[in-house]
């Protein structure tokens, strides 16, 4: 079985082997210098020099996975973070007061290590996924394992809930998204189009659309209700995430040599591009809730604000020395959420 590396961030020649990370402090210029061979990207990566560009602290760091971790999900509250683990676990922190967190449970899910995590809008529920092929779902709280949903055959990488909370779908490794009918436990579609693993999904606000990303190199988007789908936009990389603005009308995704295509949601047509500042592989992409700015994660530890209207660079944020593979944004756009090797996950001020 590839690892999440394979799956998500591509194969093992496209791994990012062998990176050195040295910061540079010279007065108040830190230069961060990757070494390694390709790391994954179309072109060499570069070096960047950023006035200020200094380690940041978060407002906390959650502690208690004994491996990387994978997956974060803010609950629709904003109260609960679940954050999902190499180490086959997910740990439900209790943030109301965040600087006084703790553990509200932790759950030993039947799904191997744990790569997608996803909460109902309503609340209710908690959909997991991982290296093992199987979705389960859980309540909100994490007390008990409502069902168990089939049909992917290979590791699931991608969760995501329609916003009336009655369809989950699933992506992965086996190049199709499953969606099922969560209070029935029932199929309801597969969409299968894709020629390489997939390693992102979302709907639309209005229900009616998913959109996928993929290591074929494309965004597609899929009618619910058909299942139909098409090609919406094309990279020159392998794509790792999409995200649907606030009012639907626009797609964004994000690909592996650190470029940012936004497009409109009828019919594909680009608006603009944009790139990252490090030229790191952005592994996540969140509008910010009045739909104005964009917040892209990269693995190289940098969380990069955009402007949507310019597309320009606004504002940088590095959180982590090591590699970062999870990322969230509280649903009431207060609190951000970070994690992947060093085993910890750190909450930011948004």
Same mark, same amino acid.
């Given at each position: 079985?590839?690892?999440?590396?394979?799956?998500?961030?591509?194969?093992?020649?496209?791994?990012?082997?062998?990176?050195?990370?040295?910061?540079?402090?010279?007065?108040?210029?830190?230069?961060?210098?990757?070494?390694?061979?390709?790391?994954?990207?179309?072109?060499?990566?570069?070096?960047?020099?950023?006035?200020?560009?200094?380690?940041?602290?978060?407002?906390?760091?959650?502690?208690?996975?004994?491996?990387?971790?994978?997956?974060?999900?803010?609950?629709?509250?904003?109260?609960?973070?679940?954050?999902?683990?190499?180490?086959?676990?997910?740990?439900?922190?209790?943030?109301?007061?965040?600087?006084?967190?703790?553990?509200?449970?932790?759950?030993?899910?039947?799904? *191997? =290590? /744990?790569?997608?995590? !996803?909460? +109902?809008? &309503?609340?209710?529920?908690? %959909?997991? #996924? $991982?290296?093992?092929?199987? @979705?389960?779902?859980?309540?909100?709280?994490?007390?008990?394992?409502?069902?168990?949903?089939?049909?992917?055959? *290979? =590791? /699931?990488?991608?969760? !995501?809930? +329609?916003? &009336?909370?009655?369809?989950? %779908?699933? #992506? $992965?490794?086996?190049?199709? @998204?499953?969606?099922?009918?969560?209070?029935?436990?029932?199929?309801?579609?597969?969409?299968?189009?894709?020629? *390489?693993?997939?390693?992102?999904?979302?709907? +639309?606000?209005?229900?009616?659309?998913? %959109?996928?990303?993929?290591?074929?190199?494309? @965004?597609?988007?899929?009618?619910?209700?058909?299942?139909?789908?098409?090609?919406?936009?094309?990279?020159?990389?392998?794509?790792?995430?999409?995200?649907?603005?606030?009012?639907?009308?626009?797609?964004?995704?994000?690909?592996?040599?650190?470029?940012?295509?936004?497009?409109?949601?009828?019919?594909?047509?680009?608006?603009?591009?944009?790139?990252?500042?490090?030229?790191?592989?952005?592994?996540?992409?969140?509008?910010?809730?009045?739909?104005?700015?964009?917040?892209?994660?990269?693995?190289?530890?940098?969380?990069?604000?955009?402007?949507?209207?310019?597309?320009?660079?606004?504002?940088?944020?590095?959180?982590?020395?090591?590699?970062?593979?999870?990322?969230?944004?509280?649903?009431?756009?207060?609190?951000?959420?970070?994690?992947?090797?060093?085993?910890?996950?750190?909450?930011?001020?948004?």
């Amino acid at each position: 079985m590839n690892n999440l590396l394979d799956l998500k961030f591509g194969a093992p020649s496209q791994r990012w082997r062998q990176i050195l990370e040295t910061v540079v402090a010279v007065g108040s210029i830190f230069v961060l210098v990757y070494v390694g061979p390709g790391c994954g990207f179309s072109r060499p990566p570069r070096a960047t020099v950023r006035s200020g560009f200094a380690l940041d602290r978060p407002i906390a760091t959650l502690q208690g996975h004994s491996k990387a971790v994978r997956a974060l999900a803010f609950s629709p509250d904003g109260r609960t973070l679940a954050s999902g683990s190499d180490d086959q676990t997910i740990i439900l922190w209790d943030l109301w007061d965040v600087r006084g967190h703790h553990r509200s449970a932790t759950l030993r899910p039947g799904v *191997g =290590a /744990v790569y997608g995590v !996803a909460f +109902s809008p &309503n609340g209710l529920w908690m %959909a997991v #996924g $991982g290296s093992d092929s199987n @979705v389960e779902l859980w309540n909100a709280s994490g007390s008990e394992e409502i069902r168990s949903f089939r049909g992917n055959s *290979g =590791a /699931v990488t991608t969760l !995501a809930f +329609s916003r &009336n909370s009655q369809l989950v %779908a699933a #992506g $992965g490794q086996d190049k199709k @998204v499953t969606i099922w009918k969560v209070e029935e436990a029932t199929p309801a579609a597969t969409l299968i189009g894709h020629d *390489g693993s997939i390693n992102a999904i979302c709907f +639309s606000p209005d229900g009616i659309w998913i %959109a996928s990303a993929s290591h074929d190199k494309t @965004v597609r988007l899929w009618n619910v209700n058909t299942g139909k789908g098409n090609t919406l936009t094309k990279h020159e990389a392998a794509v790792l995430t999409v995200a649907f603005s606030p009012d639907g009308k626009l797609v964004a995704s994000a690909a592996v040599d650190g470029s940012i295509h936004l497009v409109e949601a009828e019919n594909g047509r680009e608006v603009i591009r944009m790139e990252s500042v490090n030229g790191g592989a952005i592994f996540d992409l969140v509008f910010t809730p009045d739909g104005k700015h964009l917040i892209a994660a990269d693995r190289v530890g940098v969380i990069e604000y955009f402007a949507v209207a310019s597309g320009k660079s606004v504002r940088s944020r590095w959180a982590h020395r090591g590699e970062m593979s999870a990322f969230s944004v509280d649903p009431g756009g207060e609190l951000i959420a970070s994690g992947g090797l060093e085993k910890d996950v750190k909450v930011w001020k948004y």
